[in-house]
C-alpha cells in the first residue's frame, strides 16, 4: 500500500513538473514573440523617425537654397563708398558722368581716365602719334591700362565702343575691345573687370553707320566675350532704354546735337543702376 502511494505521490509531482515547465516555456514563448513585435514596432518607429528627419533636413536644404535666390535677387544697392577702389574707363559719356559726381556722391571716391572721342582703338596708339586722346589723370597723360595700375584700382568699370562702331564697324569695335581688355587684364591682374554696355541714342539722333540697332549689335558680341573671360557684364542701356531701344528723352542732356551725352537725372539713373546691379553679376 505504501508502495503504490510512493509510486503515486511519484506520479502527481512529475506531472505537476511537466505542467509547471510548459506554462513557463509558454510563457517565455509569448514573451519571446512580444519581445519580437516590441523590437519590431521600435524598428519601424527608428526607420521613420530616420526618413522623417532626411525629409526636414531636405526640406530647410531647398529652403535654404530658396532664400538665398531671393536674397540676391533682392539685394540693398551697395553704399557709394563701394566704389572707393574703382575706375571708370571711358569717353565723352562717361566724362560726363565724372562732372555729375563731382557734384554728387552716387559713386564714392571712384577715379575717372576718361577723354572725349576715345575708343578702344584709339586707346591703342602709342604717346607720340598725333592727334591721340588718351585720358589725363592728376596732370599725366596715361594709356588706359597704365592709368588704371597706376591709380590701383580694383574694380575697373569701362564703357566705350561709341567712337569705334562707326568707324571701324561693329566688328572692328569688338576687336579693339578684346586687344584694350585683354591690355588692361595684364596690367592690373587682381582688379575685376565691368564691362558696360553702349548705351542708346536719341530716336532722331542716329546716324547711318552709328545708331541704336548698331549699337544693339556691338552690345551682343560683347556678351559672350564677357562669359568667356569672367569679366562681369551690366547692362547699363535697359536703365536708359525708352522701351523702343531709344535714350530717353530726359536722360539725354544734347537733344539737339549729338543725343547720346546724359542729362544729370540721366546720371542719376545710371549711377543707381550701378549700385543696384553690381552685387548680381
Known sequence: MKVKLLLLSAVLLAASLAGGCGEKNE?????????AVISKEESTADVSTAEESK????????????????????????????????????????LKLSYYCDDHDDLGNAQFLCAG??????????????????PVYNGTKYLVDDGAAAIGAKKIFIMLGMNDIGLYGVDGAVDGMKIITERIEKACPDAVIYIQSVTPMLEGSQLTDLNNTTIAEFNEKVKPICQERGYKYLDVASAMDDGSGNLVYEYCGDPDAMGLHFSDEGCKVWADYLKANVLKV
Open 27 to 35: 510563457d517565455k514563448k509569448e514573451s519571446s514573440s512580444s519581445a
Open 55 to 94: 525629409a526636414e533636413e531636405s526640406k530647410a536644404e531647398e529652403s535654404s537654397e530658396v532664400s538665398a535666390e531671393v536674397s540676391a535677387d533682392v539685394s540693398e544697392p551697395v553704399d557709394p563708398s563701394w566704389f572707393d577702389d574703382a575706375v571708370f574707363i571711358g569717353d565723352s559719356v562717361t
Open 117 to 134: 572721342s576715345l575708343g578702344y582703338n584709339n586707346a591703342q596708339w602709342d604717346y607720340d602719334k598725333p592727334d591721340n586722346v588718351h
